[in-house]
């Protein structure tokens, strides 16, 4: 068998060894409980990395990430995929500036079919980057553009999140300074489904200095466009970006026009060193936020990271938290929320294996009340697989997962997509 055909099919040879019996493990995934009713619909492997995943209404699925050439940075481009229900591609995009590398950031689709691409691109020789949002139709028809509206001399900015709803596109991103500046500053943009600007406003801790740093990094819209947004604050002044001064966990409601309605706070323990929140997603009465505390978790780095994951009312009282990964040999890297129509809850990312270190995408599924009902991993066979990301359809999950070169190799081999289907736990 060749190198490339061993690699493609490594997420499945490696449980073919297992004999599995679920529909879930026969696609490639390690049951750690009863994974429900769920059964494989169709599995596809995409040459590049992916970063993010969505479903349309009529059951197409999106993923986007990025293909990189050689040598020269502008040689990486992002790249957006639409799949029919079935899992036929029906077409692919593939976008840089002149000079400049992108990549995927987000993508979400609308009620029509259509889908909105988020990004990042940065000029050649320039320490920073811009953002970038794209919307195309469903049959692949570019319908509006918007690029970050200004470039700050000597810092940059960038896209975190995005979310859709209630006739709302709403973004979270950071400004932020290069060459060791530690300057962030969160921002939240909302723009209409046709591309219009509506409000912008900073993503501020209340009663602390605007001049304290901040990134706002997940984004999530609710019922009638409520606007929920999260990230961390540094609440004493950081003076290199190489400090580890704890950081507040900071979610917030936002009003009709960007202004904040009520803030709620986990402060961080100093032990963490660092925090970074990794999901955030408002569907029926559940506001869900996801983050990693500690530093992140890697496939060439002995880290920390734990997974956290917490249940808020809409009107920002804490129902229940999560934890767990607290063991460096077995640290956690959550990614991304999905909350399917019973209103169960998903969370996807990486873990590494405490046995042979390798990296893992895993899957926790919890009821509303917080019980956990089962979590899966995929590995990738000797190497490892990160990123796993997760959106829920009206008949199951769609996942999606990146290989990598090796067990202590960063580099990207590949993404792998999984559409199951049936009724879940």
Not at 202 to 225: H, I, K, M, N, T
Not at 271 to 293: F, H, K, P, Q
Not at 339 to 363: C, H, P, T, W
Not at 379 to 399: F, Q, R, T
Request: proline share 5%; aromatic share 10%; net charge positive.
């Amino acid at each position: 068998m060749s190198p490339s055909i061993r690699t493609l099919l490594a997420p499945l040879i490696v449980l073919a060894l297992l004999a599995p019996s679920s529909p879930m493990a026969q696609a490639g995934w390690v049951d750690r409980g009863a994974t429900g009713r769920l059964a494989i619909a169709w599995h596809r492997s995409i040459r590049n990395g992916l970063n993010t995943v969505t479903v349309a209404p009529d059951g197409a699925v999106y993923v986007a990430g990025r293909v990189r050439q050689h040598v020269r940075p502008w040689h990486t481009w992002a790249v957006l995929r639409r799949y029919t229900p079935s899992g036929a591609v029906s077409w692919t995009r593939r976008w840089h500036p002149p000079n400049a590398w992108a990549e995927s950031v987000d993508v979400e689709a609308l009620p029509d079919g259509s889908v909105v691409w988020a990004g990042a691109m940065n000029p050649d020789n320039m320490e920073g980057a811009l953002w970038f949002l794209r919307r195309y139709d469903a049959f692949g028809r570019l319908l509006w553009r918007r690029t970050a509206p200004s470039w700050r001399d000597g810092g940059a900015t960038r896209i975190s999140d995005l979310a859709v709803g209630g006739g709302i596109i709403a973004v979270a991103g950071t400004d932020f300074g290069c060459c060791g500046d530690p300057h962030r500053d969160g921002w939240v943009r909302a723009y209409g489904p046709d591309g219009t600007f509506l409000w912008t406003n900073r993503f501020e801790f209340p009663g602390v200095a605007p001049a304290l740093f901040d990134e706002a990094q997940s984004v999530a819209v609710g019922a009638l466009g409520r606007v929920f947004v999260a990230g961390w604050a540094n609440l004493e002044t950081t003076r290199s970006d190489a400090e580890r001064l704890p950081r507040t966990i900071v979610v917030q409601k936002l009003g009709p026009t960007g202004g904040n309605v009520w803030t709620w706070t986990m402060r961080a323990h100093a032990a963490w060193g660092r925090v970074d929140v990794a999901g955030l997603s408002a569907r029926g009465d559940e506001l869900m936020v996801a983050a990693r505390l500690g530093e992140q978790v890697t496939p060439t780095y002995r880290s920390n990271g734990r997974s956290w994951l917490a249940r808020l009312s809409f009107g920002g009282d804490l129902i229940w938290e999560r934890t767990w990964g607290d063991d460096p040999g077995a640290a956690v890297e959550p990614t991304e929320i999905a909350i399917d129509r019973n209103g169960i809850v998903y969370l996807s990312g990486s873990a590494r294996d405490a046995a042979d270190e390798r990296m893992k995408a895993f899957i926790r599924a919890y009821r509303p009340t917080g019980r956990l009902l089962w979590f899966s991993t995929a590995s990738g066979g000797d190497e490892s697989m990160v990123g796993a990301h997760i959106a829920a359809s009206k008949n199951g999950l769609v996942i999606t997962g990146t290989l990598l070169a090796g067990r202590w190799d960063d580099r990207e081999r590949g993404g792998h997509v999984w559409v199951f289907e049936g009724s879940g736990p």
